[in-house]
């Protein structure tokens, strides 16, 4: 069954392909090149949802992407997509779409109260109560919060995936109406490499809608076809369909989204094909050709169903094949409007007026109209209109001839279509955004472009040419611009196509001119006292709110949008900002350009959050860096903690151990017998140059120049401001030549700190840097078996104590793998680090293990790790420092060379540096040896009854010690060094408070013997 | 008192169409001399001009802002309000705005909307877990409600909040402030304009400053677009343009300049209740009123006065929001900007005399210093007026940087908003 | 998204540099004889101009080399691009500021 | 040395040859790892006579100097990285070039480092292979831009990469990735070519 309001013949749309779908819960049929608005609107569907605030039945008022009404919830559960504009929702067989902020239905929604009530809810009434009580303000604004909002959010993962692209271009065209069109296929021909981008599925733009027009010759659409064929043919175009361009940002970077597969049955979409796409293009130039926007007319409650921008009426009819009413008022204040009233009429709509703002209605649409006897009411307005879901009539009156008022008693005309014509607005956002300048043009009461402030430039009617002709040179003159501009060298010229409209006298050039521009049109009441004269239709905002704000002091247009919310709804204002504008200026009696517009922000059209995330999210969000070992650390079941981007092993449970219990067990095995643990991550620096040694003692703050060949040093980096950054041992492995080994957390950081210094204040130094942090893998061994171990794996080193003592290296054969041997340690015992190749990092590991077995040998994670540390009172840069600590404060003076100059020693002798009261690292042993402060506690001197304490310092690492048998504990603690033996309290959230004493902060082998052993 | 803001003013005026409300504020040409002028029109301006007026009973005060009072960072910010920082200083600095905040409205005649909803920060690794604890233990001995709350705890409060995040980022616990929420942002601008006019105070709106006069190390005026204003006192409180504004009196300042971006969604039924952040993937979320996700991104790296910021930021925040709130993914971004903002190196204020007499400056708050509006005025008020700092003010000096004794709220604090 | 010409590498995006903050600050080479002031003012300090800044970039993804940028820091245009160690290049500083 | 089989490759894990089993016929791009490339860091100054002839006598070809350029060494391929810095990459048969190089370079300032071990490089070709890496790249790949033969540093989605496009009809590339980010990178691209289809190879 045809739907009623659909034409026949006529319109893009494919009656050979039926679609069904749902609204509200009822089925209708559309066709394929439906959009819901007209798939809707064939069904004599007007009334599809509720306005903001008030909660007024709300129609579609657009066919494009301005519409600010007829916002609709499609999809349901974990797809369903909020505020989607019907109007450009591409009807899929299956859609399931519903109205949104009613409750009980569309229909009947009891929230119209608020409208019965608008009286007292004017702008920013908010601010001037919910004030008392207090108390209660929590309360009001659970209220307020459930009345606003729109649509619902997704209530479930989103099962959809997006992507994105960076790409590049000589020419990027927005819009493929005529003038896109003409700059694509001159910029084209021309070799350049060009986007075209269209937000529609179809190219042609405003041609869609038009029936009449001819360009070379042909119907414009066939022209448009042909268009298309020949850019497609050239390998040096992509077009871009069902993609906007959202943005344009600094150095002509542009973004667009391309939708893929919401116009695909659920069933139809391919299963790898993401949703929508994010392009991110470096242009060269861009052609700018978006079209321009009609702009609806301010009056008295010209917000009900069935009041339609003009220009969408003719779309409707001549893309859509919908009669978008039975009975037509043509509402405007220009000639243009007349094409939809000639269109309308010709369609079989009864014209029951038009009613002209204009003193005298002329004009060459103007004309026909009259010829072909439709009643023309000029030097007319609608004062009221009528209707509850939809309008039903309007009450016509006449204008006093300064526009200001109405005359005497209207006549009522009953209707239930009302196409509103107020003249045109360029769509200038994307060249505001990139910064262009806007001006005002008074000929057609519009902002222009004025000029660019990047690489683009603007055409048709965009750029306030409205006339066909004009628009089709512009383009075609732009795109040729363009490709030059971008260092094309032309491989053809072309002429710009040459339009004919054989219908209309003035011919294709015409625009809609001549126009009275009056833009707050009276109504039958004083403004505020009766009907409602909307602004922004979707925020609720009226003129009398914006004549409220000015009158309340809100005077900048920033402040008038601000406090009335105009322009700030999911349209941002494209229908609404200029009259809004228009109306300050008018309260003011100053010129509309005095008052400035709003800022023009991206995204022209809302943008899928997820199309930002693209793939980039789940396990492709981050890196997870592995060592050459983590395969072998899985399979050993260890808990992995993420350090940095790399994963490392936290503890190797076994089977029925929590991690307290792993952990001790790790601990006490490195210390008994014998462990080993995965060092790949540590950042490696390869250093050579022979003033290499003269470098490091730059940075470091100890020495560096008499290092031995073979030999070992840790060493303590600062930055400029005397705070510790990063530490780490360094070997010199030839006179030249140094291997730098920094935390696993800061290897890049450390690098480009040492290559800044290097090239920016010490160029003369002949050093050279290179990482290579994943050259080796790590095998570190620690433990009173540790040599045992080695020696079983190397027959080519002599690790005697004396041949291989403590903070040397040396190179040999590991497991037949060639290796290089630091004898270091973090543990505080017998430790060696054997590098290998990285590709060998797992055989060396499981040669480890399995000549290890007879030594019980246990793989320790990084918790292992920093507890035999923390019995050693070795500190972790980052843990046991927050970038407010300097070697000094941590008790490393020994360290700080008081002979030479290097990174951020100045700051350490600041007045501020020596202070007795900075928080210092030390000890601390709690009274109950079992009791384990949390890292993170802080520390007081006294326990008061209140609850604000005066504070001393906190605990930054904290363990049971397996080996001391009882819990340790460092801490930053104002003058931390001169309470040794203090008792301490620190107060805990639960109300307990744990008693500890300050303590050397090393807990184990203070000899150090064991390392050295 | 002009018209006190209330339902019955609300109702009564509805009998007259609301026709005859008062102006807000005036909009007076300046005078020729002021015992102090406020250079900017943001929050912490016109709050310094009614603490000023209101407590100090100074009140030949004018404040010049250079376009739209309000229309800095003030009216561009994502209204997150808390106290729990992590240093004594700040926390008695931010603390004490809290306690005003809690009775701003009614102080105001202006509802203010500040919404206790409190405000989470997430850990995600072994590490925020440490600075997190080290903070809620801080706040909780410094007077100010502070919590840890367990990842259930959090999926209570946030049901839909994915804790797996997916394996790379999953909620480990939070620091969750109840006391905290947010603020409707424009109305703090114009509450205090409002009541700083009725006390006086002139607001002077579209009068760039563009110089001072200073006679032997004493400032005695201000250059503006509108001809020269004398003073006897000058409080500066320009946000981003803090440096070049100082610079006009020869004073350099440890600040760099870069754009902050915030965005907003299409506004949708309520679907998150409190504020929830998360430094480690830069992403802030909280709802308004109206129902926009009101969403915070990370700064561009660079020196930057355009009031936008860069697309692969943005993308950085919305793949930390879709990762947190896998449902969100299908929202869609209705608006992006920036604000310039004047970050420290220390992540904390400047609210300090200068070398030049008369002459205050209160800057470097960053991507933070909303929440601290009121008591930013209070204190600078109180500084101005005596000519030295207030105590809660003292760590916050310029002279800072020479002793070494910085603030640092990097890191273990959770510093951005 | 800036656009920014790396000497060496030639246009890259933004993306694959890092920023050094001001350029032409060199380390004090006797630092020992500073006030804590002037340490503070080479510390800490910052021109922070609007308008054109002269700054320092690094090529972090890709050559790693520093190097210098003149730019217009509220329009984001880039006037010149020269080595570490150089002398910026006359600009025409009214463009733009 | 042990035997060459104990070594193992970065992407090992992924089991690629079992990928490569459920191939499909008309992918738009193939992949592989291309495991175990000698890489060899050569720093020094180009304008030093004696730095570039001394490459030149190991290398047997002039270094390339030119920007984001490779160049076809005598048993290596030279890439151009930096103003004073280039790769030497050869495969794993072939004799090791750092030692000739230090000993030729020996009492100039130049440097000379093994890297390859902690790197692994991923091949991605066939008629999508450009709008793939586009993906996850801002590098414009198109022929008049960077042609076969070019060569470049830059950032693969949020990897550290070189890129290396041979001289081959279908775009064909070479992406050298460090290790820990290999099985990373290999997923990530494998994910952005789904739509193109996917073919793992040998
Ligand atoms: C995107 C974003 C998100 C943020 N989110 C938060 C948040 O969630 N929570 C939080 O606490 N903080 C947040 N902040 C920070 C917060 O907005 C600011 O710290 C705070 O608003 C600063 O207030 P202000 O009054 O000092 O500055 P502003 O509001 O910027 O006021 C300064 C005024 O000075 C004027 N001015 C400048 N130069 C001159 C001159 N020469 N002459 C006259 N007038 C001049 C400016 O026009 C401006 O109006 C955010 C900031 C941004 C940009
Ligand atoms: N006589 C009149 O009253 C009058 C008024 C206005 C327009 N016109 C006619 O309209 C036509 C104007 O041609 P035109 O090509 O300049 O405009 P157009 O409106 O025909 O085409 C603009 C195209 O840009 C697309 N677009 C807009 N913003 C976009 C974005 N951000 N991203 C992607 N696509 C976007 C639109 O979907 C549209 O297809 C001419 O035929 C002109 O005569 C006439
Ligand atoms: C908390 C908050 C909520 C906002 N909500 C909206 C909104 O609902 N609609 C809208 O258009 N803009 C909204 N904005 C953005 C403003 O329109 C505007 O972009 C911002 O104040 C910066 O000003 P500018 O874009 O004029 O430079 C919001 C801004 C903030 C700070
Ligand atoms: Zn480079």
């Known amino acids: 069954m045809p739907a009623r309001f659909r034409l026949t013949e006529g319109g893009r749309i494919d009656r050979s392909k039926p679609i069904s779908f749902t609204f509200n819960g009822k089925v209708y049929q559309g066709f394929e090149g439906d959009t819901l608005a007209s798939a809707l609107l064939a069904n004599g569907v007007h009334l599809v949802g509720r306005s903001f605030k008030y909660h007024r039945p709300r129609g579609i008022m657009s066919a494009g992407a301005e519409e600010a009404n007829a916002l609709i919830q499609v999809g349901e559960g974990a797809r369903t997509d909020p505020n989607l504009r019907a109007t450009q929702i591409e009807l899929v067989d299956g859609l399931k779409a519903a109205s949104q902020n009613c409750w009980p239905s569309v229909e009947f929604d009891v929230s119209i109260v608020n409208n019965i009530a608008s009286r007292l809810i004017p702008s920013g009434f908010y601010y001037k109560t919910f004030m008392w009580p207090a108390s209660l303000w929590m309360t009001y604004e659970k209220i307020i919060r459930n009345a606003a909002g729109l649509g619902k959010a997704p209530e479930g993962p989103d099962p959809d995936s997006y992507d994105k692209t960076f790409a590049h271009c000589d020419v990027l065209v927005v819009g493929a109406g005529p003038t896109g069109l003409a700059a694509a296929l001159s910029a084209g021909r021309s070799g350049a490499r060009v986007i075209l981008s269209e937000q529609d599925a179809t190219l042609g733009g405003s041609l869609l809608s038009e029936p009449d027009l001819q360009i070379d010759g042909q119907p414009a659409l066939e022209w448009v076809a042909a268009a298309r064929a020949e850019l497609e043919g050239l390998d040096n175009v992509r077009i871009l369909t069902r993609t906007q361009t959202y943005g344009y940002f600094d150095h002509n970077f542009i973004g667009l989204m391309e939708n893929l597969t919401d116009h695909l049955p659920q069933s139809a979409k391919p299963p790898k094909l993401p949703r929508h796409r994010l392009w991110k293009l470096r242009a060269k130039q861009v052609v700018i050709a978006t079209g321009a926007i009609e702009r609806p007319l301010v009056f008295s409650d010209n917000d009900r169903p069935g009041i339609m921008l003009a220009s969408a009426c003719r779309t409707y009819l001549n893309r859509f094949g919908v009669k978008p009413g039975s009975k037509a008022v043509v509402f405007t204040n220009n000639d243009g409007a007349y094409a939809a009233a000639l269109d309308m009429h010709k369609a079989g709509i009864q014209i029951a007026a038009i009613v002209d703002l204009r003193a005298y209605a002329e004009g060459p649409l103007t004309e026909q109209a009259r010829d072909a006897g439709l009643r023309i009411l000029d030097g007319h307005a609608i004062t009221a209109t009528a209707g509850d879901k939809r309008v039903k009539a309007v009450q016509v009156t006449r204008l006093s001839d300064d526009g200001e008022s109405a005359k005497a008693v209207g006549e009522h005309i009953e209707c239930d279509l009302v196409a509103v014509s107020g003249g045109w607005n360029p769509t200038v956002h994307l060249h505001s955004q990139s910064r262009g300048k806007i001006l005002f043009d008074e000929t057609y009461a519009c902002f222009v472009p004025g000029d660019s402030a990047q690489a683009s430039t603007t055409a048709g009617a965009c750029s306030g040419s409205f006339g066909l002709g004009a628009c089709l040179s512009q383009g075609h003159d732009a795109g040729l611009a363009a490709a030059k501009a971008a260092g094309v060298k032309s491989r053809k010229k072309g002429s710009a196509p040459q339009a004919e409209d054989p219908n209309a006298p003035g011919g294709a050039d015409r625009d809609f001119l001549p126009a009275r521009w009056l833009w707050l049109v009276p109504g039958d009441k004083p403004l505020g006292h009766g009907g409602k004269h909307f602004v922004d239709v979707q925020n609720d905002v009226t003129a009398a709110d914006l004549h409220l704000a000015l009158r309340e002091g809100y005077r900048s247009i920033e402040h008038v949008k601000r406090y009335t919310t105009t322009g700030m709804g999911t349209d941002q204002g494209k229908t609404s900002n200029v009259n809004a504008i228009a109306i300050v200026s008018q309260y003011f009696g100053c010129p509309i350009p005095d008052v400035g517009v709003t800022t023009f922000r991206p995204p022209y059209t809302p943008v899928t959050f997820g199309v930002f995330a693209g793939r980039d999210i789940g396990d492709l969000l981050d890196p997870a860096r592995k060592t050459p070992m983590h395969a072998l650390h899985e399979h050993a079941g260890a808990t992995f903690e993420d350090v940095g981007q790399w994963k490392r092993p936290w503890y190797f449970p076994h089977e029925g151990e929590d991690m307290h219990q792993a952990v001790n067990r790790e601990v006490r095995a490195c210390r008994e017998s014998l462990g080993v643990m995965d060092a790949s991550t540590l950042g490696k620096i390869d250093i050579q140059g022979k003033d290499a040694a003269e470098f490091l003692n730059r940075v470091y703050t100890n020495a560096w120049l008499k290092l031995k060949v073979g030999a070992c040093r840790y060493g303590l980096m600062l930055g400029e401001n005397g705070m510790v950054m990063d530490d780490g041992v360094t070997s010199r492995l030839g006179e030249n030549h140094f291997l730098m080994t920094t935390t696993s957390g800061n290897a890049a950081p450390v690098l480009a700190h040492l290559e800044e210094y290097l090239q920016t204040e010490w160029p003369e130094l002949e050093v050279y840097l290179t990482s290579v942090t994943e050259q080796f893998a790590t095998v570190s061994i620690a433990g009173p078996n540790a040599r045992k171990l080695l020696a079983e794996l190397t027959d080519d080193i002599d690790l005697s104590a004396e041949a291989f003592p403590f903070m040397t290296w040396r190179n040999g054969r590991v497991a037949g793998i060639p290796a290089r041997v630091f004898r270091i340690s973090f543990t505080g015992d017998l430790s060696y680090e054997i590098n290998v190749p990285a590709s060998y990092g797992a055989a060396l590991w499981q040669a480890v293990m399995t000549t290890g077995e007879k030594y019980a040998i246990t793989p320790y994670g990084t918790e292992a790790m920093h507890v035999l540390r923390a019995e050693k009172g070795f500190i972790i840069v980052g843990q046991d420092t927050d970038g407010s600590v300097t070697p000094i404060d941590l008790g490393m003076d020994w360290i700080v060379s008081k002979t030479k100059d290097f990174v951020g020693r100045r700051s350490l002798y600041r007045s501020d540096m020596d202070k007795p009261d900075r928080k210092q690292l030390v000890g601390l042993l709690t009274d109950a040896p079992d009791t384990v402060l949390p890292e993170g506690a802080q520390l007081v001197e006294k326990i008061e009854s209140g609850p604000t304490m005066a504070m001393v310092g906190h605990v930054t690492s904290s363990y049971h010690s397996p080996n001391c048998e009882r819990s340790i504990a460092m801490a930053l603690i104002k003058g931390g060094r001169a309470r040794m033996g203090q008792k301490l309290y620190s107060p805990q959230a639960d109300g307990k408070v744990i008693t500890c004493s300050v303590s050397d902060v090393v807990f184990y082998d203070k000899e150090g013997e064991r390392t050295r052993g | 008192m002009k018209s006190r803001y209330s339902i019955f003013s609300l109702m009564r005026n509805a009998l007259s169409y609301h026709e005859k409300w008062p102006e807000a504020w005036r909009s007076p040409e300046p005078k020729s001399s002021y015992d102090v002028v406020i250079v900017g029109g943001g929050g912490h301006g016109l709050a310094t001009a009614y603490y000023l007026a209101k407590i100090h009973g100074i009140r030949n005060v004018a404040v010049i802002e250079r376009g739209w009072l309000g229309g800095g960072n003030t009216g561009r910010n994502t209204t997150i309000v808390r106290s729990n920082y992590l240093w004594d200083e700040s926390a008695g600095l931010y603390e004490h705005a809290m306690k005003l905040w809690e009775g701003l409205s009614q102080e105001l005649n202006y509802n203010v909307m500040f919404s206790q909803r409190g405000v989470m920060n997430l850990a995600h690794n072994q590490q925020d877990l440490r600075d997190i604890a080290r903070r809620v233990n801080a706040n909780r001995l410094n007077g100010i409600d502070s919590e840890f709350l367990t990842p259930h705890q959090v999926k209570d409060l946030v049901p839909i909040i994915d804790l797996r995040g997916n394996g790379r980022y999953p909620v480990l616990g939070a620091s969750n402030q109840r006391r905290g929420g947010t603020a409707r942002h424009d109305a703090v601008a114009w509450g205090y304009a409002r009541r700083a006019d009725e006390h006086g105070v002139d607001i002077i709106q579209e009068c760039p400053v563009n110089g001072f006069e200073i006679e032997n190390g004493k400032v005695t005026g201000v250059q503006t677009a509108k001809g020269l204003i004398k003073a006897k006192k000058v409080g500066v409180v320009v946000a981003g343009h803090s440096s070049v504004t100082a610079e006009m009196a020869g004073i350099r300042l440890p600040l760099v300049s870069h754009p902050l971006q915030a965005l907003v969604s299409e506004p949708v039924k309520p679907v998150i209740d409190t504020v929830v952040m998360s430094n480690a993937i830069h992403a802030y979320i909280s709802q308004s009123d109206k129902g926009e996700l009101v969403i915070g991104a990370g700064v561009d790296k660079y020196v930057g006065y355009g009031q936008r910021g860069s697309l692969p930021v943005t993308e950085e925040t919305l793949a930390a929001i879709c990762e947190l709130f896998p449902s969100l993914k299908r929202m869609r971004m209705m608006r992006q900007w920036g604000g310039i903002v004047d970050t420290c190196p220390d992540a904390s204020p400047i609210i300090s005399k200068t070398p030049v007499e008369g002459f205050f400056i209160n800057c470097g708050w960053g991507t933070g210093g909303f929440k601290a509006t009121p008591g930013s005025g209070w204190v600078f008020a109180d500084t101005i007026a005596n000519d030295r700092p207030h105590p809660l003010n003292e760590a916050f000096s310029l002279e800072r940087f020479n002793s070494g004794y910085l603030v640092d709220e990097h890191g273990a604090a959770a510093v951005a908003h | ?97 | ?202």
Not at chain 3, 13 to 35: C, M, Q, V, W
Not at chain 3, 69 to 97: C, F, H, M
Not at chain 4, 41 to 51: D, I, M, T
Not at chain 4, 56 to 62: D, I, R, Y
Request: net charge negative; charged share 25%; glycine share 8%.
């Open chain 4, 1 to 202: 040395m042990v035997e060459a089989y104990l070594r193992q490759s970065p992407l090992s894990q992924l089991a690629l040859p079992s990928r490569a089993a459920d191939e499909t016929g008309d992918a738009g791009v193939s992949m592989a790892e291309r495991p175990f490339r000698r890489i060899v860091n050569l720093r020094g100054n180009p304008k030093s006579e004696a730095f570039v002839s001394a490459a030149k006598s190991v290398l047997g070809a002039e270094l390339p100097l030119a920007p984001n350029s490779a160049a076809a060494g005598k048993d290596a391929t030279l890439l151009w990285l930096g103003p004073d810095e280039w790769w030497a990459v050869s495969e794993d048969e072939t004799p090791p070039l750092a030692d000739k190089l230090r000993d030729a370079l020996s009492g100039q300032h130049a440097s000379v480092t093994d890297v390859g071990e902690g790197y692994s490089c991923i091949a991605v070709s066939g008629p999508n292979a450009i709008d793939t890496l586009a993906k996850g790249c801002t590098l414009d790949f198109h022929d008049s831009v960077f042609a076969p033969g070019s060569c470049a540093q830059s950032d693969m989605a949020k990897a550290a990469v070189v890129f290396h496009r041979l001289e081959d009809e279908t775009p064909s590339f070479e992406i050298y990735v460090r290790s820990s980010f290999a099985e990373y990178l290999w997923r990530w691209i494998e994910d952005a070519a789904g739509e193109y289809g996917v073919a793992v190879t040998g």
């Open chain 3, 1 to 97: 998204m800036l656009e920014i010409k790396c000497p060496y590498c030639g246009p890259r995006f933004e993306t694959e540099f890092s920023y050094g903050g001001e350029a032409h600050i060199e380390r004090p080479k006797d630092s020992e004889n500073l006030s804590d002031e002037q340490w503070g003012e080479y510390v800490f300090m910052n021109s922070n101009t609007k308008g054109v800044f002269l700054e320092r970039w690094v090529h972090t993804s890709g050559c790693r080399r520093w190097f210098n940028v003149a730019r217009d820091t509220v329009s984001y245009q880039i006037l010149a691009v020269y080595e570490t160690g150089t002398k910026a290049p006359k600009l025409d500083l009214r463009k733009d500021v």
